[in-house]
């Protein structure tokens, strides 16, 4: 990587860094963090009750309430920070239920639908092994919030990807049919894989104050975890370069405004609901 | 296409209090280590656990019910072999 060598996280370095980002900009990354775990966890929520098998029902149905209480963590944390700036910040509800697709930030990635089982496992395999890579590195933060609520996340997540690579090296050396729906799944997302190593001024200004990760440092290690497991499932590695971008600045695809409109309508049509 | 049913796995959890592993259930899973994984997603839910075997259900073998009288009945006619004539010592655990 490229980037500028590690300041070190002294204290008079977390005294000073604040003057170089911004809140408004570090508000804008927890959402990031915080909407590519909610997107999922309602993807995987659509799973419940329809899952292959019971056990794998519930093993998934788990996998999405880890994530769901990750974005919690992060939303209420964002909220905090958009408190400093703004006077008053949103609360996690207002900021999950009451943003529209364009205010977004999460990968492009997760918010695609869920189609067949190798679909869903292709889409975690992707994620988890990335989002596992990213904890590591934000359990060492400046920001000692970030470091916290990774280092919870981690132990979830390490979990979530040893899962995914399960099914994934189950399904593509399974069956010639599963095998063929899984090297299918891997080769259409694949075009949304370069999004999570592609950071924009925000995050690498971020990520030099030692507050955020520099994604771009993390491909090699994803890339050896992607080849090992699908080279271990017979699976072909997909090498098409060309890939989409968009979601960190609220540029979706078609299904995200289609999925929030089933997540937010109750707080919509009912608008500070509470059970 | 054949569809064949995953096996039956035998479900037992070692729980914070307790030494042995004790049985709590079964579940279906293509193999060993999925099983595993069930196993902690369907019953250590709730901070159960600490361990977890599984077993196949074929490979466990059981006694008949009807070989119950033979089996059993002896035992029931010896009470002299129960514990209960002496006190039982403080520091002795796990009984």
């Known amino acids: ?275 | 296409m054949e569809r064949s049913e995953w096996p039956l796995w035998e479900v037992f959890i070692r729980s914070q209090h307790g030494l042995a592993h004790k049985h709590v259930g079964s579940l279906h899973a293509p193999d060993s280590e999925m099983a595993i994984k069930n196993a902690r997603d369907v019953y250590t839910r709730r901070n159960e656990g600490v361990s977890i075997w599984v077993v196949r259900s074929a490979d466990i073998t059981a006694t008949s019910p009807d070989a119950k009288e033979p089996l059993f009945e002896p035992a029931n006619s010896k009470a002299y072999r129960h514990p209960t004539f002496f006190p039982m010592p403080d520091e002795v655990k796990h009984i």
Not at chain 1, 55 to 72: C, F, S
Not at chain 1, 73 to 97: K, M, P, Q, T
Request: net charge negative; glycine share 6%; proline share 3%.
């Open chain 1, 1 to 275: 990587m490229n980037s500028a060598p590690r300041k070190p996280c002294t204290r008079e370095f977390i005294r000073t860094f604040d003057k170089m980002t911004t809140d408004e900009q570090r508000f804008d990354y927890l959402l990031r963090l915080a909407d590519s775990d909610l997107v999922l966890a309602q993807r995987l929520g659509e799973w419940i009750g329809h899952g292959p098998v019971l056990e794998e029902d519930i093993a998934l149905t788990n996998v999405g309430l880890d994530l769901l209480g990750q974005a919690r963590l992060w939303l209420a944390y964002a909220g905090e920070v958009e408190a400093r700036f703004a006077g008053a910040g949103r609360s996690e509800d207002a900021l999950a239920f009451l943003r529209d697709s364009g205010e977004f930030r999460n990968l492009l990635l997760v918010e695609q639908p869920n189609g067949n089982y190798a679909d869903t496992m292709a889409r975690q395999f992707y994620f988890d092994a990335w989002h596992r890579l990213l904890l590591v590195e934000l359990t060492r933060s400046c920001d000692a919030r970030i470091a916290e609520i990774a280092a919870k996340a981690l132990k979830e997540v390490t979990y979530h990807a040893e899962r995914s690579a399960d099914w994934v090296i189950r399904l593509g050396d399974g069956t010639d049919e599963s095998h063929a729906k899984m090297q299918a799944a891997i080769d259409d997302l694949w075009m949304y894989t370069g999004e999570m190593f592609d950071p924009d001024e925000t995050e690498v200004a971020l990520a030099e104050d030692r507050i955020a990760c520099d994604v771009r440092a993390l491909l090699p290690a994803w890339r050896g975890t992607i080849t090992a497991i699908l080279t271990e499932a017979t699976l072909t590695v997909p090498e098409r370069e060309w890939m989409q971008r968009g979601g960190k600045h609220g540029v979706h695809t078609e299904h995200l405004g289609r999925m929030l409109s089933t997540m937010q309508w109750m707080q919509r049509a009912y608008p500070g609901a509470q059970w």
